[in-house]
């Protein structure tokens, strides 16, 4: 039996006071709080797949939306990057040289691969600006277990600051948000199509691992993931296009899913990206 993390323990299974919906994780809400519950399939225990299309235009699709959601008390991240690992690989090496549960990007990246925005693991650096144009943040590797085990946060949303995460957490991953601070859609600008990788948190607080697979407009699936059947509550832009990489081990299945935009050919082969988050189980980190 996996080992249990008293904090992740504490935090995911009972009601957080004053919980809001992007300014903190898990609200003690049963899978299918505000809607049914969607055909979700275990892989194993902590760790749950759905996919389903998106309303509307399905038509042609390849793949539908994939989540696949995390259970901290179970499963915990790590932040690999190719500034401390040796380099790019692509999502299913990170998996298998890290011996990683799942893996997805991390965020967007610039020419010399650090991330496009504000990334740090404790003591490691990949990029020390904080991107005024990226209102999310990811917080996760609590330093006591006084706090959530992870948080997905809006910093205008207010109730918490970038100096509050750097104090309780030792990793912190800066994106753009999909959902606002009440977990509506954000109107994206970006008409153009192109798969798309996320994550999330549901009213569980439990993560969530998001890939379109087919190309869409961000903004329309801003707005799928904020129906309330799926019970997300906060969501995070990590990346577009033929970057865009989830992959999933576990239990009884593999779950791969390539991105890449309209009017391509679907690759059959992930891409080397040089920054992801990964997930193991409890007790196995390194």
């Not at 390539?258 to 390194?286: D, I, K, Q, S």
Request: hydrophobic share 40%.
């Amino acid at each position: 039996m996996p080992r249990t993390h008293p904090s992740a323990a504490r935090w995911t299974h009972a009601a957080l006071l004053g919980c809001a919906a992007a300014t903190a994780v898990g609200c003690g809400a049963e899978p299918n709080a505000g809607g049914a519950r969607p055909p979700f399939v275990t892989l194993e225990p902590g760790l749950e797949v759905v996919r389903r299309w998106p309303e509307g235009g399905a038509q042609g699709r390849q793949d539908p939306v994939t989540l696949v959601h995390v259970d901290p008390a179970r499963f915990e991240m790590r932040l690999l990057t190719a500034a401390e690992h040796g380099g790019a690989r692509p999502v299913d090496r990170w998996v298998e040289d890290f011996d990683l549960v799942a893996a997805i990007n991390a965020s967007m990246y610039l020419p010399n691969e650090r991330s496009t925005g504000y990334m740090v693991d404790d003591e490691r650096v990949n990029n020390p600006a904080v991107n005024p144009r990226f209102g999310g943040i990811l917080a996760f590797g609590a330093r006591s277990d006084d706090v959530p085990p992870f948080r997905l946060v809006g910093l205008e949303c207010g109730g918490v600051t970038l100096e509050d995460l750097q104090r309780d957490y030792r990793a912190i991953v800066q994106n753009y948000r999909l959902l606002d601070c009440r977990g509506e859609p954000i109107p994206w600008q970006d008409r153009k199509l192109y798969a798309t990788a996320a994550i999330g948190v549901d009213q569980r607080g439990w993560l969530v691992l998001v890939h379109s697979g087919a190309p869409q407009q961000t903004a329309d699936l801003a707005r799928w993931l904020a129906r309330e059947d799926w019970g997300l509550v906060a969501a995070h832009f990590v990346e577009g296009g033929h970057d865009a990489s989830l992959y999933v081990t576990g239990g009884r299945e593999t779950i791969s899913v390539v991105g890449r935009y309209e009017g391509t050919a679907a690759p059959r082969e992930f891409r080397e990206v040089p920054n992801v988050l990964g997930v193991v189980r409890r007790g196995t980190a390194r």
